[in-house]
């Protein structure tokens, strides 16, 4: 839920921003809102890397390193969306990010985890009522506002 209030706030202030710069951008404003939304998962990586780490399937070895390495990801995404001639190319990696992710998602719910606290007290399978349509969003997002 945090994701996508970052992720629309700052939508809601790029479009307020453009307005009254007499330069009216709404795509734009969906970029940089993204961005901003990237660079703010990617410091959850950081800071509950244990959590983070028990959402990936056993089978993935070097967990806290895979969670370095795509904290790192999402930040080079966040930049990446920012700068024209990147632009294109960061949109399909991160469309391909996103739905990479998306069985890490997946297992988390199964397993109850509660990612902030890295407990199995969290709110499980029906979290994923939210979760997917999110991962649609974000993915539609980034599309839209980069790709078309």
């Not at 709404?26 to 970029?31: G, H, R, T, V």
């Not at 294109?88 to 988390?108: D, K």
């Not at 979760?131 to 980069?146: D, E, G, K, N, T």
Request: charge should be positive; aromatic fraction near 10%.
């Amino acid at each position: 839920m945090k994701v996508l209030i970052v992720l629309l706030a700052t939508f809601g202030i790029g479009l307020i921003v453009t307005k009254l710069t007499d330069d009216f951008n709404i795509k734009l404003s969906a970029q940089i809102a993204m961005a901003v939304m990237m660079a703010f998962t990617a410091l959850g990586h950081f800071k509950f890397t244990k959590g983070m780490a028990m959402m990936l399937p056993a089978s993935i070895p070097y967990k806290k390193q895979v969670v370095y390495i795509t904290g790192m990801i999402e930040i080079a995404a966040a930049v990446g969306l920012l700068i024209p001639d990147t632009r294109t190319l960061t949109a399909w990696c991160l469309i391909l990010f996103f739905i990479v992710l998306t069985p890490a998602n997946i297992n988390a719910a199964m397993k109850h985890l509660n990612m902030e606290k890295a407990t199995l007290d969290g709110p499980g399978p029906e979290y994923l009522r939210f979760r997917m349509p999110l991962q649609l969003l974000f993915i539609a997002w980034v599309y839209w506002s980069c790709l078309l």
